[in-house]
């Protein structure tokens, strides 16, 4: 597996979470600034995972993008928004990350090397 499609999916997921955070700030775009980081960051996202999906499967480069996405813009929202998880919404974050982590490292329809 080639690691420079692992280093696309990284900055992929990275401007996805831009992009999210963007959508937020936006306030449903009605501020500019906001509303066009979003839209620049969702397509150079998706050139990264469009790069990424030429040596990895694309349901575990979708695991690894959705999973990882998901628990950074939980951080995200928890430090920038003051948005708070109960027990049960870390416990379904920690489920996710360990369904990545399974699929990543256990599964053969991963190709490690």
Known sequence: MNWLSYLALLGAIVFEV?????????EGFSKTAPTVVSLAAYGIAFYFLSLTLRHIPVAIAYA?????????????????FGQKLDAW???????????VLVVNLLSKSVEHG
């Open 64 to 80: 690894i993008w959705s999973g990882l996405g998901i628990v950074l813009i939980a951080a995200v929202g928890w430090i920038r």
């Open 18 to 26: 831009v992009g999210t955070t963007s959508l937020k700030a936006s």
């Open 89 to 99: 919404g870390l416990t379904g974050i920690g489920l996710i990350l360990a369904g």
